[in-house]
């Protein structure tokens, strides 16, 4: 079965300085896809970012980018120069290949409260 | 339609009642997920529909939920018998398969039902 762990429930970080969102995951799958969602108060999800298992570069999309060891299992998202309207939940989620049903597992998200 | 069509976006049930949500996909779009979002939670999958192929229903909680999706598009998920713990928010996400790195088809999320089960 594969599983997604986000092991920060929240945190804050100061507008303008870079934060990083810490993402584990766990699969017997070799391929695989990464993706990370943004929730902001308003409820909507909002696609971030994705990172395929056999990518050789780590993601990267405008201030947002992905730390990707896969050795590691872990796909940390980077949030270069805050904004307060990064303000949200950050989901980390996984998709497998055939054996985990092509099915997205979601992480429990992490809170991040930008201060101005 | 543009994006993910969800409704009722707000919905008020009394306890025992059956309650049906309904989520219409992007176009063309063979993919479709139901998630469940408790108040301050992460997102619990529910059941997984992929063109023609048999739902994958691992995540329904109970016998009481079950979903169907007609003629390929439209989905409606039902809870019977509805209890205090169902209340939570219900999205709907769709996506396409056809692409060369399957991984990567990105899901888009609708808005949400919202359910309370007083």
């Known amino acids: 079965a594969q599983k997604i762990t986000q092991t920060q429930p929240g945190m804050f970080v100061q507008e303008k300085e870079a934060v990083t969102l810490d993402c584990t995951y766990d699969?017997?799958?070799?391929?695989?896809?990464l993706f990370w969602y943004k929730q902001p108060s308003s409820g909507e999800m909002i696609f971030l970012i994705y990172q395929g298992s056999y990518d050789q570069q780590n993601a990267t999309e405008g201030r947002y980018s992905l730390n990707f060891q896969k050795a590691r299992k872990s796909a940390n998202l980077v949030i270069s120069a805050s904004q307060l309207g990064d303000s949200a939940m950050y989901f980390c989620?996984?998709?497998?290949?055939?054996?985990?049903?092509?099915?997205?597992?979601f992480g429990g998200g992490t809170r991040v409260l930008v201060k101005p | 339609g543009a994006g993910v069509s969800q409704s009722p976006s707000n919905k008020v049930t009394e306890k025992g009642k059956d309650v049906e949500l309904r989520c219409d996909p992007i176009s063309g779009h063979t993919a479709l997920y139901w998630y469940r979002q408790s108040l301050g939670q992460g997102l619990e999958f529910l059941i997984y529909?992929?063109?023609?192929?048999?739902?994958?229903k691992s995540g329904l909680p109970s016998d009481r939920f079950s979903a169907e999706r007609t003629g390929g598009s439209v989905s409606t998920l039902t809870i019977q018998r509805t209890q205090q713990e169902d209340s939570a928010v219900y999205l709907c996400?769709?996506?396409?398969?056809?692409?060369?790195?399957?991984?990567?088809?990105?899901?888009?999320f609708g808005a949400g039902s919202r359910l309370t089960v007083l």
């Open positions: 529909f992929q063109g023609n192929s048999a739902p994958d």
């Open positions: 996400a769709s996506s396409f398969t056809g692409q060369a790195r399957p991984g990567a088809n990105v899901l888009t």
């Open positions: 989620a996984m998709r497998g290949g055939k054996a985990a049903g092509n099915k997205l597992t």
């Open positions: 699969t017997s799958d070799p391929s695989y896809g």
